[in-house]
Nanobody
Framework: QVQVAETGGGSVQPGSSLKLSCAGF???????MSWYRQSPGKQRELVAD?????SVSYVDAVKGRFSIARDRNMVFLQMTSLKTEDTAVYYC?????????????WGQGTQVTVSS
């Protein structure tokens, strides 16, 4: 059974750094791995994505501040120069390949709060 679990959230001050980690269990082959976030009253948005080949993409709001990386069935999000508007629940997703199908699995989310 596939499971995805995030760790590393917390409460920090503006300008701080934080690293999120995500592990996928019960997975043999993955395609893209991604980080999404959702703030109260806002739609969930894709923050960063990394393909199996290592190509990365970021939403404009985090370019130059966040960095996504992966290692086998783990994906990381290094966040620097955090702003109050980065406050959100952050979700990890793993696109799992099974035969000709790709299924996206979500973690339970981890809260990141940036406040002075």
């Amino acid at each position: 059974q596939v499971q995805v679990a995030e760790t590393g959230g917390g409460s920090v001050q503006p300008g701080s750094s934080l690293k999120l980690s995500c592990a996928g269990f019960g997975i043999q082959r993955t395609a893209s791995m991604s980080w999404y976030r959702q703030s109260p009253g806002k739609q969930r948005e894709l923050v960063a994505d990394i393909t199996s080949g290592g190509s990365v993409s970021y939403v404009d709001a985090v370019k130059g501040r966040f960095s996504i990386a992966r290692d086998r069935n783990m994906v990381f999000l290094q966040m620097t120069s955090l702003k109050t508007e980065d406050t959100a629940v952050y979700y990890c997703t793993v696109d799992v390949i099974s035969g000709l199908n790709i299924t996206k699995y979500w973690g339970q989310g981890t809260q990141v709060t940036v406040s002075s």
